[in-house]
């Protein structure tokens, strides 16, 4: 079948909208961000179907303080075992609480306990699962999230 394209132009909901004859749209402008650790949108690039990728100055975006927090406390972390984020060791008898775990999780929070100076107590979810909505349960959720949601795992012991 041969269509004989025609140029149309319409609005949007970001505003005009323009095709060629080929039926490509024309006339437009994409800006290229980048997400930041905290999830801020910083603006890196524009591209443009006429001038293609124009890089933009680096603004700074100051990062904020993810909060306070306490060394005296104990935090809880909610996991379910998967490999290779969260194993156990097979001599467990020989470890004692966060020792009998491996993986990157554990790898993980065993730094950014040192690097934040505090203590953390692994445990490991009721029901292995990492949830999903189940009526039946109370918050309406099994798993990881259902734990979360009734906070069966505290935010930390004091």
Sequence with gaps: MNYDAIETDIEGLSGKISFNEEGHRHNFTLHVVEMTI?????KVAT???MLGLIPVAAKHVELHSPGSYEKNKTYIITTTLQEPYMMLKNERGQYRNNDIFFGFCKDLADYISRELAIKYEIRVVR???YGSESPQTKAGWNGLVGELLRKVSVRYIK
């Design 38 to 42: 905290q999830s801020a949108m910083v």
């Design 47 to 49: 591209w443009s179907d």
């Design 127 to 129: 029901d292995g699962k």
